[in-house]
C-alpha cells in the first residue's frame, strides 16, 4: 500500500469515529443538537479527504465495486449531512428529528459502514 493510500485509511477511521459519534447520538436521542453537527460536519469533511487520498494512491480504477459503493455512500452521507443542517436552520435546537430524517440517517450511516468494511476487507485479503 502506498503512502496515499495509508493516509486515506487513516483519515477513514477517524471519519468513522467522527460519523459514529453524530449518528449514534441523533438516533439515541432524536435530536439534532450542536454536537451532531460539528461532528457530523467534521465527519463529512475526513470523507472527502479520505476518499481523494485513496483515488489519488490506487492504481485501479476508479470505478471498482468498492468505489462505487464509496462514492454512493459519501453522497449518501453528504445528503444526511445537508438534510440535517436544513432541518436545525429551519428549527430550533431541540426539535424533535421528523421520523423519515431520522430513519434515512440510520439508512445512510449503514450504507457508509458497509462501504467501510468491504474497504477493511479488501486490505485484510489482499
Same mark, same amino acid.
Given at each position: ?36 453537527? $460539528? ?66 440517517? $440510520? ?20
Amino acid at each position: 500500500m502506498n503512502i496515499y493510500s495509508m493516509i486515506g485509511a487513516s483519515i477513514v477511521i477517524f471519519a468513522l469515529l467522527s460519523y459514529s459519534l453524530s449518528i449514534v447520538t441523533e438516533q439515541r436521542k432524536k435530536l439534532v443538537t450542536p454536537f451532531v453537527l $460539528r461532528f457530523l460536519s467534521i465527519g463529512l469533511v475526513l470523507d472527502v479527504t479520505a476518499t481523494i487520498f485513496m483515488i489519488i494512491g490506487s492504481t485501479k480504477s476508479p470505478f471498482s465495486l468498492h468505489g462505487i459503493l464509496g462514492y454512493s455512500s459519501l453522497a449518501a452521507m453528504l445528503l444526511d449531512t445537508i438534510l440535517i443542517w436544513r432541518f436545525n436552520l429551519a428549527n430550533q435546537l431541540g426539535t424533535k428529528v421528523p421520523d423519515r430524517l431520522h430513519l434515512y440517517s $440510520r439508512y445512510a450511516y449503514t450504507w457508509w459502514v458497509i462501504a467501510f468494511i468491504t474497504g477493511l476487507m479488501l486490505v485484510v485479503f489482499r
